[in-house]
């Protein structure tokens, strides 16, 4: 959720839709980590040319259905220079799986092209990017693989109006660590600074509710 600026820029063109996919492949593997409830926390660099800036976050997961490639939750952003109050997004969560979504986004103002940039910003990608640059990805066999890939989307601001100075149009790509709970991801927006890094670590925490500064998701 970085600051809101003049769109200035071109829309990109779009590629096919992750969704488009016909190759039926098993689903990533089902983690502990990533469950219902499962708590994380960490920073967000929202830093432009003029100065660097680090927002701290927190997020938690409302649902996770690894089968349909579908998760959502909340997020909290500390700290936010324009807001007086911890702003918190709901947002919800696509996994790449090769059978709902590829890595091939198709909306958002996504092309081909700024996929595969941001896809191989994740060290963990890059094996997997022969295949995705021959096939799309339909054929990747991601279910043993140690790393989960999302995109996250938020949808509404939970606490604020949508005059808080933020926005909310662009989204997340995410890499998620099996082994440990870690989460990295990008945001990507044209009409934001680029490559703004997500960094998180999971708490151990783990709630069958949301609680945030002054809110409570059931």
């Known amino acids: 959720m970085p600051v809101r600026v003049v769109d200035t820029?071109?829309?990109s063109s779009q590629a096919s839709s992750g969704q488009d996919a016909t190759a039926v492949q098993p689903s990533p593997p089902s983690c502990s980590l990533l469950t219902a409830g499962r708590c994380f926390a960490g920073t967000q660099n929202v830093s432009s040319l003029q100065k660097d800036?680090?927002?701290k976050v927190n997020v938690r997961i409302h649902g996770c259905d690894i089968e349909q490639g579908y998760l959502?939750?909340?997020?909290?952003?500390?700290?936010?220079p324009l807001a007086d109050t911890p702003v918190?997004?709901?947002w919800e969560g696509e996994i790449v799986d090769a059978t709902n979504y590829t890595f091939f986004t198709g909306k958002?103002?996504?092309s081909a092209e700024d996929d595969v940039r941001h896809w191989s910003k994740f060290p963990s990608f890059t094996p997997l990017l022969s295949q995705i640059e021959a096939d799309g990805g339909k054929s990747v066999d991601l279910s043993n693989y140690p790393y989960i890939f999302m995109r996250w989307k938020e949808q509404?601001?939970?606490n604020v109006g949508v005059d808080c100075g933020l926005t909310i149009a662009?989204?997340?790509y995410v890499c998620f660590s099996c082994s440990d709970g870690s989460i990295s991801g990008f945001y990507y927006d044209p009409n934001s600074s680029?490559?703004?890094?997500l960094e998180l670590k999971c708490t151990n925490e783990k709630q069958s509710g949301f609680t945030f500064s002054s809110y409570e998701l059931q």
Not at 72 to 80: I, P
Not at 194 to 197: D, I
């Open 9 to 11: 820029a071109t829309p």
């Open 72 to 80: 959502c939750g909340t997020m909290e952003a500390l700290n936010v």
């Open 194 to 197: 680029p490559f703004q890094k």
């Open 108 to 110: 958002w103002e996504a």
């Open 53 to 55: 800036e680090a927002w």
């Open 156 to 158: 509404y601001f939970v």
């Open 88 to 90: 918190v997004t709901f």
């Open 170 to 172: 662009g989204f997340y």
